[in-house]
């Protein structure tokens, strides 16, 4: 077995460390999504009848920048959204708009530590839009998971 050289060396420690940051942001995923899971509990359990989707969207934002997340959503189906965060001391807000920029009905919000969901019959099939924004009290970035379910 060849000894390792300086370069293969440094090259070892860059991996390690690049493979490390990787692992940690998708921590801070798993938080994230956990805490919007959080807020699915009562609508998925037996007495809420939702489906719970396996997919969801996630990212980093800075401080009060705002996110939509654009999805098409069936007239005759009830849908839930929910957005959670890793990051302490937040405000939350999420609104659901249709494509043309008006604010689509919204039947209940509801709010927890660390997420915000809400809920939408759509009045015609279409192109929505689930906006959301997440300030941070040490306007810190935040790491951010949106779960949605529907029935």
């Known amino acids: 077995m060849k000894p390792l050289t300086r370069f293969t060396a ?16 998708q921590a801070f995923v798993v ?10 509990e009562k609508p998925v359990s037996k007495e809420g009848g939702y489906t719970l989707r396996k997919d969801f969207w996630q ?12 999805h098409h959503l069936i007239k005759g189906n009830s849908y839930w959204f929910w957005v959670g965060t890793d990051s302490e001391d937040v405000t939350m807000a999420i609104a659901i ?12 919000v509801k709010k927890g530590k660390n997420w915000i969901g809400a809920r939408i ?6 192109t929505y839009y689930i906006a959301f924004k997440i300030t941070t009290k040490d306007k810190s970035e935040a790491h951010w998971a949106v779960a949605y379910a529907f029935k």
């Not at 043309?100 to 009905?105: D, F, L």
């Not at 019959?121 to 279409?126: D, F, I, L, S």
């Open 10 to 25: 440094v090259a070892a420690v860059i991996a390690a460390l690049l493979g490390s940051t990787t692992w940690m942001l």
């Open 31 to 40: 938080d994230a999504l956990s805490f919007a899971l959080e807020g699915a």
């Open 59 to 70: 990212g980093v934002s800075n401080s009060g920048e705002g996110h939509a997340i654009k």
């Open 97 to 108: 708009y249709d494509k043309r920029g008006k604010k689509a009905y919204q039947s209940k």
């Open 121 to 126: 019959q759509p009045p015609k099939t279409g």
